[in-house]
């Protein structure tokens, strides 16, 4: 699995720069540089296949019921995108070798760094939508992690939630809009749904799908109007600059508007939506990059204004439009992160990032200005330069589309306006940062050249901006080749990549936009005073207003309904339920059905009305609480027995085995407070009570007079006819649990062991007083430990132990299983507790709950993995039977080991919960009463 190899290198070396930091930064880097030049190496050693069109598809089934494999892709465009952020990303981490000081924590920033790579990696290698939806919103959490890397910074925690809250909001929308598309497909496999694109757009649900996905879109790719966050998004690290804006994160958008170009594009919904936003992200950014003063803030919105160009490619719905997208793509990556490099080395070498102060630096750093200067000019789109090919291209493509009718001639006016705001805010980079007279008040002078390796980063980038301008058909023709099959799904339209198409439209187009450019940068006196004139709007304090609004919206929301009385939310949940009962059964002509009630026999009823007494006394006497608890307890044994009369053997057993545990939790809980509870409510309120408990009762019973006595079908039949073939099991709940919703178990394991840790976190160092005395001003027995208790529990114990083991072997074929073989055990070893002591019982059972449980989530879940080595789905048991001398005939099956699971976890949380209720009194010595 070579494609997840590339993927996973990243993520397992994580811990090599923690490791490693103590050797020294150069060791750090190192460490942080072997897993994605490694990565590096393995994708390219697919180059000839993926620039031979070839597209490789690895695919490991895990939930395929739930259309979600662990399935990657590589073709031309994942290629590209892969190249991009391990090649960009091994040099930022050499250059971030020398940006970061002493005082900063390398081993963590590397960390961070590669955990977004590897998410990078794994959103533009996926086969399937929903994993791909999985590594998306992890590139969100980790550029979260990246932005606010300096967390002693307020703008870089208000940067970094800013980006978190509308990159994750997004997400949500494109999760709704994948999850719309995999419906109208039916798979979520791209192979399919790139195939499955006339199906997509006829649909019904196609603009809403589009809409959800390009929210999802433009909300990562800082599109307007949603680009606020990218420029606040600069309070990080230069590096991570360089490595999420111009290469990475924000492009994650655009590529996923490359990918999904092939099922989604070809309609008016597309035309009008992506290119209509790309223009005007395109002409807004360019506009507002010219008015920056701050260094990284200029490239900031310069990003915005490229990324606008690229999705108004897109959205002309051209194949030559989506060439010449892709073609921006490369450029724009090496360009800007070669300058936002030279940004850094500035703000590094200088102490600011203000271009009012940052002047006449070709004298004191000519290396570093002649870098940044050719990397500008590249970004203005000046001949002979790699953004000049590109944009050159694109104003070929707005020429050539008729979308608009009669105003189509405004797109590619509108492009040559943006050409030449990108022409003014490139002179604006070059000449006032390197010339423009002397540096004004620096913090660090005199300025001078950073460090000789700080530099190869941006002179390697340089030098492809060069090659590329001057020799594209020698260096980037067959990876955009690749790149554009992979885009348009194998068919290339014929396009050049010569430097000279002869004297034309397109160039005019580019020659009006750089003598444009320099003519606004010349007049820049005049257009700064009209700009300080416009009202001022600060996209944090509006995002803080907006923000606030929605707190304010959700604490009122919260105090009309969680006021803190358990009646009020029993009350609206009865309701609601009540209303939806009633709206259920008002169609029916007639209650009841065809179909006849079961004749009750003697001892049924009799239990019924056990059942009914014992719940009407727990009500009279729920103020007494260690009564109502005893009679509970009557309902809970009553409710095992009517699964035992009604063939339900494991409910039976399971019910009986939680009524054990959750008595003795109660009783434990009830040690610390009052016997009696004070009457609290009003005539009025217990009113309301009775009203809502007797319809709610009585709609519950019509509602289930209805079902009875209507036919329906049910897919028990199924596993009851597969549970033996496919399960290996003749106990069919046991099968059930453990085989064929093997993956709900493993949740629930999972919750329950989460639970008992955080009970246990609750209980840790909580102290209560402890009760000398009972309601009746009665002294407590001062013999803590009952000799009867004593001796009794002693020979419980391995008895129900044995029992318990009993239940767990037997539990695929007969009543029992995993779960509730881990309560019996569980029961036994709190009983030591309770008739020993807090201090004699650990003292014998020297065991980390937290361990056991945990031990028992990880062996459920190596179960899982290991089907994956036999390429089959996750959580896919295997059964054989085997024959031993004087033994005979017996069966293995693998959902045993996973059974060993669950019952770990539930030995290891539910003692976790019940034998931490022993430490929070505040007398010591009382520990060993409980």
């Known amino acids: 699995m070579a494609l997840a190899l590339i993927i996973a290198l990243p993520f397992l070396g994580i811990c090599l720069p923690l490791l490693f930091a103590r050797l020294g930064r150069s060791a750090c880097a190192f460490a942080a540089g072997l897993g994605p030049l490694a990565a590096l190496i393995l994708l390219m050693s697919k180059r000839e296949a993926v620039f031979a069109g070839e597209v490789e598809v690895q695919m490991l089934p895990w939930l395929p019921e739930l259309g979600l494999n662990l399935s990657l892709r590589l073709d031309g465009l994942g290629f590209l995108f892969a190249l991009l952020i391990l090649g960009i990303g091994l040099l930022v981490i050499l250059y971030a070798r020398y940006y970061l000081s002493k005082k900063d924590p390398m081993g963590r920033f590397y960390g961070f760094f590669l955990l977004f790579m590897g998410a990078m990696l794994g959103v533009v290698l996926s086969e399937n939508l929903l994993l791909m939806m999985m590594f998306w919103e992890l590139t969100s959490l980790s550029s979260f992690l990246l932005i606010g890397f300096w967390n002693h910074r307020s703008d870089a925690r208000q940067g970094a939630r800013m980006a978190l809250a509308v990159t994750g909001g997004g997400g949500l929308a494109l999760l709704a809009g994948l999850l719309l598309i995999g419906h109208i497909v039916g798979s979520y496999e791209l192979t399919t749904v790139l195939a499955s694109g006339d199906l997509i757009r006829a649909h019904t649900l196609y603009p809403l799908a589009l809409i959800l996905v390009l929210l999802g879109v433009f909300t990562k790719s800082a599109q307007f109007p949603f680009h606020f966050w990218l420029p606040q998004a ?24 490359a990918r999904l170009y092939p099922a989604l594009s070809d309609s008016e919904w597309w ?41 108004l490619l897109f959205g002309l719905d051209s194949r030559l439009a989506a060439v010449a997208a892709i073609f921006h793509i490369i450029n724009h990556a090496t360009f800007k992160a070669s300058l936002f490099m030279a940004a850094g080395i500035i703000d590094h070498e200088t102490g600011i990032r203000d271009m009012r102060r940052i002047n006449g630096l070709m004298k004191y750093m000519p290396h570093t200005a002649v870098l940044a200067m050719i990397a500008s000019l590249a970004m203005a789109g000046v001949p002979l330069l790699n953004g000049f090919l590109s944009k050159e291209m694109f104003f070929a493509e707005t020429l050539d589309q008729h979308l608009l009718g009669s105003f189509y001639w405004t797109i590619p006016a509108l492009a040559t306006l943006a050409g030449a705001f990108a022409v003014a805010y490139s002179l604006r980079f070059v000449h006032d940062v390197f010339f423009n007279g002397e540096p004004i008040d620096l913090p660090k002078y005199p300025p001078h050249e950073p460090a000789r390796y700080m530099k190869i980063p941006v002179e390697i980038l340089v030098l492809l901006c060069l090659m590329v301008g001057m020799v594209p058909a020698y260096t980037v023709a067959p990876l955009l080749g ?6 348009l799904n194998g068919t290339v339209p014929e396009y050049s990549l010569s430097i000279w198409h002869g004297f034309n439209l397109p160039l005019l187009m580019s020659f009006v936009a750089l003598v444009g450019g320099v003519l606004i940068y010349a007049l820049r006196k005049w257009i700064f005073q009209w700009y300080e004139g416009l009202p001022r709007v600060d996209s944090l304090e509006v995002f803080r207003r907006v923000i606030s609004e929605i707190t304010k919206g959700a604490r009122w929301m919260t105090e009309r309904l969680d006021n803190g009385s358990l009646q009020r939310y029993l009350a609206l949940v009865l309701f609601s339920s009540l209303v939806l009962v009633v709206y259920a059964l008002a169609p029916l002509q007639a209650l009841g059905g065809k179909v006849a009630l079961t004749t009750p026999d003697v001892f049924t009823v009799f239990g019924m009305l056990i059942l009914c007494l014992a719940s009407v006394l727990t009500v009279l006497f729920h103020r007494r609480r260690l009564v109502a608890l005893v009679i509970l307890s009557v309902v809970g044994m009553l409710v095992a027995l009517a699964f035992a009369r009604f063939s339900a053997p494991d409910l039976a057993l399971t019910q009986l085995s939680v009524e054990v545990v959750t008595i003795i939790l109660l009783i434990l809980t009830l040690y610390f407070v009052p016997d009696r509870t004070p009457a609290e409510s009003s005539s009025l309120r217990a009113l309301r009570d009775l009203v809502l408990a007797g319809g709610f009762g009585t709609m519950i019973a019509m509602l289930t007079y209805a079902v009875l006595t209507r036919p329906y079908n049910s897919i028990a039949s199924f596993f009851l006819e597969n549970s033996v073939s496919g399960g290996g099991g003749t106990n069919v709940v046991n099968v059930i649990l453990v085989d064929f919703r093997g993956f709900d178990t493993f949740g629930e394991i999972s919750v329950l062991a989460i639970a008992g840790i955080g009970i246990y976190g609750l209980l840790f160092g909580l102290h209560l007083p402890y009760p000398r005395r009972d309601y009746g001003g009665r002294l407590w027995s001062t013999d803590s430990h009952p000799m009867v208790l004593d001796v009794l529990s002693r020979t419980v114990l391995p008895m129900a132990l044995l029992i318990s083991v009993f239940i767990f072997l037997r539990g695929h074929n007969m009543p029992g299983g995993g779960f509730i073989a881990g309560l019996i055990t569980a029961v036994a070893l709190i009983l030591q507790y309770i008739s020993h002591g807090v201090t004699w019982a650990e003292q014998r059972q020297p065991f980390s709950y937290h361990g056991i449980a945990g031990l028992g989530v990880l062996i459920a879940g190596l179960t899982g993995i290991g089907s994956w080595l036999f390429g089959y789905p996750f959580l896919t048991s295997a059964f054989d039977h085997f024959h031993l001398p004087f033994i005979g005939e017996f069966e293995l099956a693998t959902a045993m080991l996973f059974d060993l699971g669950v019952y770990l976890t539930v030995v290891g949380a539910t003692l976790l919960i019940l034998s931490n209720m022993g430490h929070v009194s505040q007398d010591e010595s009382c520990k060993e009463i409980l």
């Open 271 to 311: 035309f009008y939506l992506v290119s209509m936003t790309g223009l005007a992200t395109l002409l807004f950014g360019a506009v507002m990059a010219l008015f920056q003063h701050d260094l990284k803030g200029l490239l900031a919105y310069s990003t915005i204004s490229h990324l606008g160009l690229i999705t």
């Open 234 to 257: 600069m309070a990080a690290p230069t590096p991570v600059s360089a490595f999420l804006h111009s290469a990475t994160m924000v492009k994650a958008g655009v590529f996923l508007l």
């Open 482 to 487: 690749a790149a554009v099959s992979g885009t």
